[in-house]
Each structure stands twice: as C-alpha cells, then as structure tokens.
C-alpha cells in the first residue's frame, strides 16, 4: 500500500451537508487572505474546522435484536424517567430517557438506535437555550422520531442548542431505517433524547462517552425493573 492510499484512508468524508459551509469558508478565506496575509492561515485553520465538524465516520453497529444504538457522539447527561413530549403522541406516563449532549467537537451525524419502520415524525419549534439543561427537552426546537422496533415504540429528539440552529432530518414517516442508519444531522452544539419503554434498564451512566452507531444503551430483551414513579420538586 503507497503512502497516497494510507493518507487518502485514514482521511474521514466531510458529510454532503456540510459542503456549502466548507466551500463559503474556503472562499471567505482565500478573499480575506488576500488583502491580510495573517488572516489567511486563521480561515485556513477555521475551514479546516468546518471539515472536522461535518465529519462522517464509517461505524460498525452492533448486531442483535433488541439491542439500543446510541444515536449521537457525546456525553450521558441525563439517565431516568421523564414524560415523553406530547407530539410523539407517546403517552402521559414516564418513560425512561437518556440524553446525549454534544458539543461543538463531537460529530454531529445522528444515527437510528434501533431498526424498524418510522411511525411518526414530528417537529416543534421553540427557543435555543442551553442543550445541557434539562429544560431544553421542553422548551427547544426539536424534531422527534418513533421507530416501531418489533413492537415496541422507541423515540428518538433531536434538540436544537444554544449554537445550533438548524435541525436537518433525512428521513419521512412510513420509512424504515436500520440500526445505526444516518437519519439526520444537526448543525453545531445541540442534544439527542432517546425514550424507551418504562422499566427499561439503561446500560450506560451519567458522564459516559457515547459513539453513535455502536455504543448500546440498553437492551429490550433483558429482564425489565419496575415501572419508576415520576416525582416533581417544586
């Protein structure tokens, strides 16, 4: 193998969504420079930036029916019972959810946690507030998905950020995914919610790293825990 195809290998595709946004800085750069030597190699560094953020990796999902992919690259910033948002039409009684924060390092590509056939596709707009925070899950533009899994409904939100501003689904309702499939993409710091059926026990922890399309996060086929109360603090 030359040097050629080893660098050309281990180089990892810019997504088609992110092209524009790396062609505008490329010009910006190459005009600036222009006129400002300095500022030159700054939008060069800037554009190489813009590549590394609209990355798409090859993944290779784990296989095994009942199994939860995470969605997203990032941190678990949150893991327990919440209500589901009303337009997933989910119902009014808590299920277990667990957050994927992303900042604006992590790759952005959001992958389906289970194969099956989407059910609902539903988006909401809102504010662009703190993705860490737990009230983002109500308050944010979102765009949510259901997959039907066998039976089992999963949702899956993809929340808009403090940075982000755009949300980008690939995917309709009546289509079907795979497990670990490329179905949407959301462009700079933001937030992936996914909800499982109550008693479902999650397989990862607060503070965890996450990879989209390969890191489990929970099993459906494992023994359940009973269903948790939801409680309020005022």
């Known amino acids: 193998m030359s040097i050629v195809d080893s660098v050309t290998k281990s180089l990892v595709p810019v997504h088609r969504e992110g092209w524009p946004f790396v062609a505008i800085a490329l010009v910006a750069t190459l ?6 030597d300095p500022l030159f190699w700054i939008g ?4 190489g930036w813009v590549c590394y953020f609209f990355r798409d990796p090859q993944r290779v999902t784990p296989v095994g029916d009942g199994l ?3 969605p997203a690259d990032g941190v678990v910033s949150h893991v327990g ?5 009303e337009e ?10 667990v957050s994927i924060f992303m900042n604006v390092f992590n790759c952005h590509v959001n992958r389906a946690p289970v194969g099956g056939k989407i059910v609902r596709v539903a988006y909401r707009a809102g504010k662009f507030l703190n993705a860490e925070l737990d009230k983002a899950s109500d308050d944010n533009e979102r765009n949510g998905l259901v997959i039907d899994h066998n039976g089992t409904n999963i949702g899956v939100v993809q929340i808009a950020g403090l940075v982000a501003r ?3 689904c690939f995917v ?6 795979f497990a670990g499939e490329r179905f949407g993409l959301i462009r700079f710091g933001s937030r992936l919610d996914v909800y499982f059926p109550a008693g479902t026990v999650p397989k990862v922890a607060l503070g965890q790293t996450m ?18 109360t939801l409680t309020r603090v005022s």
């Open 88 to 97: 997933l039409e989910l119902g009014a009684e808590p299920l277990v959810r």
């Open 172 to 177: 309709k309702e009546g289509e079907h995914l």
């Open 68 to 70: 939860v992919i995470s």
């Open 81 to 85: 019972p919440v209500r589901p948002p």
């Open 31 to 36: 005009v600036v420079g222009w006129f400002v």
């Open 211 to 228: 990879i989209a399309g390969e890191t489990v996060l929970a099993d459906l086929n494992q023994p359940q825990a009973p269903a948790p």
């Open 44 to 47: 060069l560094f800037f554009t």
């Open 166 to 168: 755009r949300i980008v």
